[in-house]
């Protein structure tokens, strides 16, 4: 880093800043989230543009600046009983990295947990933006209420572009209600095909299933199944009983209705701790769940873990696989999430894009970012 | 409503396309005679009509590529069109334009109940969705009113909503793929039976956007289990202000009912009339589902009920079985219709903050007045999304302008309040010269620069969302 940090106080400053780079420009937001090719450019922070600007418990709102901490909001929303409903990860276990994760690094990131699968990720919550382009030009997108369909969705265009089209100033958010009751249903010692089938039929049910993980490697060290039910406490023990029932064929799934150890077995899976503090590089996977225990099979000596019942996997492989070659005619997409700066300069770390869509791709970056002064090559 | 001028040029070259269009899809898929167009003159919002130059009625993605390649190398517009339910104007055609109806891509290309979706070519209804999977369990959860007879690709261009989406999210939260054809004929596709893109989300980026992008031929959706149940409980309030607080209440305490729907003294008296629900004469009425066992159910709507009996209501009924259950959403299902009965309506789309809710009521009210149009109000309330219907009479001269003008008052209130010009409908023609009041020249700058990186000579719909003068210029270089 031998440029200073750009640090403008406000989108105004922002948007000087950017019409002004001569160069190539890093933006940071808690600077937690270290994935894509290594960029070399001025680090323009987000952290001064901070503080909720508005929260509605009533209306299940929130819009608050780009740099604020996302502690910030979880506390504000634990006040009032509420939550973001995409349970972002965390990525700071995995990466070994430190500081303070951002809403605006959240929505770069698209960061979400176990519960996407049934209630959307980042982008599916996310209801208004406002960024900084690389033309230096302010843009406002959607709003603050719920259902906003005015004009193209370039909120979630600006959800996981890692900020390579723009630099977000301000997000805003719908939110849903915490429950009563979290329960874990829990079975341990199932194979990867057996638990993928056991968390599909778990997932077909009406009971509401918000969690569903498969981890090769548990916290005991043994195979671990997973399904989470949330709700009031008479309608989860309810409902784990009839799942209970639904899976008898592959065991008894055990019920833990322990706040403290719940959480924290769902913060295990969702910041993927079991693969922090293990050395190797650590891919993720997206695909149709019943093909995810083919696909792991199909890279040696690799360690999963299951979420989303099977559609998300992720991978812990040697340092500087490139596991694309073995994942040939995948249905889904492979991601490079952890790995030195040197693998990751070497290898693409997002998929790469079939000709139609790269261009496609390529023509909006070339239109919100035309010097290629934001994070450029970031997702290349 | 202004519309773009025709290209002469264009129309004059009709008969040479027409015979280009016979060359590469069947007989009965090309349509060029004035009086069968005029099927496809207008859409929903069928107060503007105009028959386009000719319409194609293509089977495959093949043949959408092939009619794209055609229109693009002659330079014509193309109006793409699902169902024809678009209430915004959507798919009103130019009269030098080719309308590209999907209504012939409607089969289900592949059912997949373990991986919980089902892939169907784009001009399948949105019914017929739900209805392939009931009997295993299984449903599609965006339910626009028009379900009945609106396509998936008119779904997927508007971003429709429908009562459940408190819950279960509008369409943009539901696709997860689609095949789509580019306006020079190149076949891509987005996304696919898994979660978030790979890149960019440009799948996100192609839902809502009016069908200016592409031609969306198959569509990969998520399907869900069916609750075990589902039953309403209806309130009645003698206030809007306290059925809005109600509503705010509800939600505070971490119920999270699948449908708030909110009717006014007007939509109520109609409905009552039309139907004989037997509703409440009150001042607002408010209608809460809640899913799950029949156990849950009665607990989520005992608790709905103590928060309600807190707001001194007039009228608390639960129901207690299906045919309850249908009692009470049959006035409501049928407010459309009831309104219908009365006269002719305009019908709005307008979202709004739900703090806001009291306050855009009584000033709905007022600016009524000072129209002298009635205006009822139903819509969903745990969103936002209002439904104002104005009422007019079609005959009499200066009233639909007379109707428009409130209409861009209230749809203008909606935006200064913090909300926004369309909830679920799309902004058409109908809100399209009112975007301005909504983004800023950037912000609209911003969106056209996306149109231009799909569509770079701007042929596919493209009198549409923009404001005539804003996209002029990009309009006027593809000519």
Redesign the interface.
């Known amino acids: 880093m031998d440029q200073p940090a750009l640090a403008p106080a406000n989108e105004a400053e922002l948007a000087q800043a950017v019409a002004a780079a001569t160069g190539p420009l890093r933006i940071v937001g808690g600077d937690t989230r270290g994935v894509g090719r290594p960029v070399a450019g001025q680090p323009l922070s987000t952290a001064r543009l901070s503080g909720i600007r508005l929260y509605e418990p009533g209306a299940l709102t929130l819009v608050a600046g780009a740099g604020t901490p996302l502690a910030e909001v979880e506390a504000a929303l634990a006040a009032e009983s509420q939550r973001l409903p995409f349970e972002p990860m965390d990525h700071r276990a995995l990466l070994g990295s430190h500081g303070q994760p951002t809403l605006g690094g959240m929505v770069a990131a698209n960061a979400s947990g176990p519960a996407r699968m049934v209630r959307g990720a980042c982008r599916d919550s996310l209801i208004g933006v406002r960024f900084v382009d690389g033309s230096g030009r302010v843009v406002s997108n959607g709003g603050r209420v719920m259902k906003n369909v005015t004009g193209y969705d370039l909120v979630k265009l600006m959800a996981g572009s890692w900020g390579t089209l723009g630099v977000l100033t301000e997000v805003a958010f719908k939110l849903l209600p915490c429950p009563e009751t979290v329960a874990v249903l829990r079975r341990e010692g199932l194979d990867d095909a057996t638990a993928i089938r056991a968390l599909t039929e778990a997932l077909g049910t009406p009971f509401e299933v918000t969690g569903a993980a498969h981890l090769q490697r548990g916290e005991g060290g043994a195979p671990v199944t997973m399904i989470r039910i949330e709700g009031f406490a008479d309608s989860v023990a309810y409902r784990a009983r009839q799942l209970q029932a639904a899976l008898a064929e592959f065991g008894t799934f055990d019920l833990d209705t322990d706040p403290a150890r719940v959480e924290a077995a769902w913060v295990h899976v969702c910041d993927v701790r079991g693969f922090a503090d293990v050395p190797g590089d650590v891919w993720h996977l997206s695909t149709v769940p019943g093909d995810a225990p083919g696909l792991v099979a199909r890279v040696p000596g690799a360690q999963a873990q299951y979420d989303w019942g099977g559609g998300r996997v992720w991978l812990l492989v040697p340092d500087g696989t490139d596991i694309r070659p073995l994942l040939v005619g995948m249905c889904g997409h492979a991601t490079l999430i952890r790995a030195s700066a040197d693998t990751r300069a070497a290898i693409r770390s997002f998929q790469p894009e079939a000709p139609g869509v790269a261009a496609l791709s390529d023509g909006l970056r070339a239109r919100f970012d035309p010097r290629g002064i934001l994070n450029p090559g970031l997702m290349a | 409503m202004e519309m773009p001028k025709p290209s002469d040029l264009v129309i004059a070259g009709k008969e040479e396309l027409v015979a280009q269009l016979r060359a590469v899809l069947p007989g009965d898929a090309v349509i060029d005679d004035l009086a069968e167009t005029r099927a496809y003159e207008c859409d929903g919002l069928a107060a503007y009509t105009c028959p386009p130059m000719a319409v194609v009625l293509p089977r495959t993605t093949d043949e959408v590529a092939a009619v794209l390649r055609i229109c693009h190398a002659a330079n014509v517009p193309v109006v793409p069109r699902g169902a024809g339910t678009s209430l915004a104007g959507g798919a009103l055609p130019t009269a030098d334009c080719v309308v590209l109806g999907v209504a012939r891509l409607n089969d289900i290309l592949e059912t ?5 979706f089902i892939r169907v070519q784009a001009g399948l209804t949105n019914l017929a969705v739900t209805q392939s999977v009931e009997d295993d ?1 299984f449903f599609y959860a965006p339910d626009p009113s028009s379900q009945l007879a609106c396509a998936i690709a008119g779904n997927i261009a ?2 429709s ?1 429908g009562a459940h ?1 408190l819950k279960y ?2 369409t ?2 539901n696709l997860l793929g689609v095949t789509m054809v ?1 306006m020079t004929g ?5 996304g ?14 192609v ?3 009016e069908g200016q992008l592409g031609v969306v031929t198959e569509a990969t959706l998520r399907i869900l ?4 149940g589902a039953r309403p409980v209806l309130l009645g309030f003698d206030s809007a202000e306290v059925a809005g607080a109600c ?3 509800i ?6 009912p699948v449908a708030i729907e909110f009717m006014d003294r007007p939509c109520i008296i109609a409905c009552e009339a039309f139907t004989g629900a037997g509703y409440p004469d009150c001042a607002a009425l408010l209608i809460v589902e809640v899913e ?2 029949d ?2 159910i009665d ?2 709507l005992g608790l709905i009920k103590q928060i309600a009996g807190r707001h001194n209501p007039v009228e608390m009924r639960e129901s207690k079985s299906s045919a309850e259950s249908a009692a009470i959403w049959l006035g409501r299902k049928s407010a459309f219709g009831a309104m219908g009965q009365m006269g002719d309506y305009i019908c709005l789309d307008g ?5 806001e809710l009291p306050y855009v009521l009584k000033r709905i009210g007022e600016m009524a007045q000072e129209y002298g149009l009635g205006v009822a109000n139903v819509f ?1 309330a745990g ?3 209002m439904h104002p219907l104005i009422l007019y009479d079609a005959n009499k001269p200066g009233d639909l302008a007379l109707a428009e003008g409130l209409g861009a008052d209230i749809l203008k209130l909606c935006v200064e309040v ?10 058409g023609i109908e ?1 399209r010269d009112l ?1 301005s009041t ?3 020249p ?6 056209m ?6 569509d770079p000579k701007w042929l596919l719909n493209p009198a549409k ?1 923009f404001p005539l003068a804003s996209s002029a210029a990009r309009r006027g270089a593809a000519a």
């Open positions: 997949d109940l373990p991986n919980r369990g508007m971003n909503g989406c999210g509008v943009t939260n580019l190149e076949v891509v596709e987005l696919g039976p898994f979660c978030d893109a790979p890149g960019l989300d440009l799948l996100g980026l839902c809502g956007s289990p069916k609750p075990e509503v705010a209440d939600i505070k305490a971490g119920i999270l799950g066992a156990a849950e607990h989520q979202t709004i903050p739900v703090s969903h969103d936002g999304n913090g909300g926004c010009l369309t909830g679920e409908h799309g902004v809100k975007m909504q983004f800023a950037d912000d609209l700058e911003a969106q620069l996306v149109k231009d990186a799909f969302v």
